[in-house]
């Protein structure tokens, strides 16, 4: 019986150096979509798996220098053309697309604008390197996909709407966390807030912590733990931990550890300055935690109108948000938390894998 083999290609080279919420999302669409793709693309390199951890950080790292001298250099107009490639391809990020020569039938998934509509938050080059992406992808016009209608909505306003399809896809709760085992974390008081995400600038855990120091809920007993790995600004954010009393500051935990937490947590605080999703969030409602969050964006889009919204900008409101939480009587959290819920609903793997595929065809329908 002649085999025939699956259509597309996709490129992954994301996976090299991120184990974000991004690298989760994309992992479990792929692995739902193996009928559909060949090989996935790690750098210039195909393989049906990620590579060892040794490998992965080379090939990274050739990655980064090529996109850089394409970028900086314009090297794809000089010694080194663009990667052409026959079939049609699934970019998981739109750095990637200034390796290749983009064609009108390929995917791409676009997570948020933040370098283009929100640069200071990000290293130096990122806005050039993303200006560069998007400028390739207005030219090409793919298939847009997008994790929030937020994400979508700036991609428009930078790129225009005459683009074959602009979906959302909305990421998935990880279904991981669902699983019963925990592990106590240790040392942190009965009565705690929590914060789960990338530590710097971009989810302002500096203005978190100022409010939380202004809140006063520290001499009540409270702590405040914020978890995750570092990012731009994150020496501020460790800097300012190491001097305010009651924060909690431990970097990255394991998965039976952010459950315990998530369960014995009384608020989650995320007034992010900037979210394509905000898949933590999500998380945190899924575990009956009713968040303080930022108004407006991706993170209203996520949670509904029953979350308490402050401006991330103001500490006094933010402070005003986690004393609100702390507060708030067994009647209110339970009325919020249904509608809280019920919004969460939507962000199933089902539901995500089912609009994904239909994307994919698509595309091969093309």
């Known amino acids: 019986m002649l085999r025939v083999s699956p ?6 080279t994301l ?20 009928d559909l793709i060949r090989n996935c693309y790690y750098w210039r390199i195909p393989l049906k798996n990620l590579p060892p951890k040794y490998i992965a950080r ?18 794809s107009h000089t010694s080194l053309a663009p990667i052409s490639h026959p079939r049609p391809m699934v970019f998981t990020d739109p750095r990637e697309c200034v390796l290749y020569n983009l064609k009108s039938n390929d995917v791409v998934l676009c997570h948020d604008m933040g370098p283009i509509t929100h640069p200071d938050l990000y290293e130096p080059g990122v806005r050039e390197l993303y200006t560069h992406a998007f400028d390739v992808i207005k030219a090409a016009r793919p298939f847009m996909l997008f994790v929030s209608e937020a994400s979508r909505r700036d991609f428009v306003n930078c790129c225009g709407s005459e683009f074959p399809l602009l979906q ?9 966390l669902e699983q019963r085992d925990e592990e106590v974390f240790p040392d942190v008081p ?31 007993g409270y702590a405040y733990v914020i978890c995750g790995g570092p990012e731009p600004g994150a020496e501020a954010v460790i800097t300012l931990a190491q001097t305010t009393a009651g924060i909690i500051l431990p970097g990255y935990v394991n998965d039976d550890q952010l459950r315990w937490l ?57 402070a005003a948000g986690m004393r609100k939480i702390a507060a708030m009587t067994n009647e209110e959290r339970a ?12 962000f199933s793997l089902e539901k995500a894998v089912a609009t994904w595929r239909w994307a994919l065809m698509r595309a091969i329908a093309c």
Request: hydrophobic residues 45%.
């Open 7 to 12: 259509p597309l290609d996709c490129e992954f």
């Open 15 to 34: 996976a090299l150096n991120n184990r974000t919420g991004k690298y989760f999302f994309c992992k479990d669409m792929i692995d739902a979509s193996r």
């Open 58 to 75: 080379v090939l990274g790292r050739l990655a980064r220098i090529e996109v850089d001298l394409r970028v900086r250099s314009y090297l």
């Open 168 to 176: 959302v896809v909305y990421p998935p709760i990880r279904s991981g």
């Open 190 to 220: 009965s009565k705690f807030l929590l914060t789960v995400g990338s530590i710097g600038a971009r989810k302002n855990q500096l203005r978190s912590i100022q409010a939380f120091d202004v809140s006063g809920l520290a001499k009540e």
């Open 262 to 318: 998530y369960r014995k947590a009384q608020g989650f605080i995320l007034p992010s300055l900037l979210e394509g999703f905000g898949l933590p969030a999500a998380e945190a409602i899924n575990y009956g935690l009713v968040p303080v969050l930022s108004g407006r964006g991706a993170l209203e889009e996520v949670a509904g109108c029953a979350a308490v919204f402050v401006n991330p900008l103001d500490v006094a409101d933010i």
């Open 335 to 346: 009325s919020r938390l249904s509608q809280l819920q019920l919004s969460v609903t939507r």
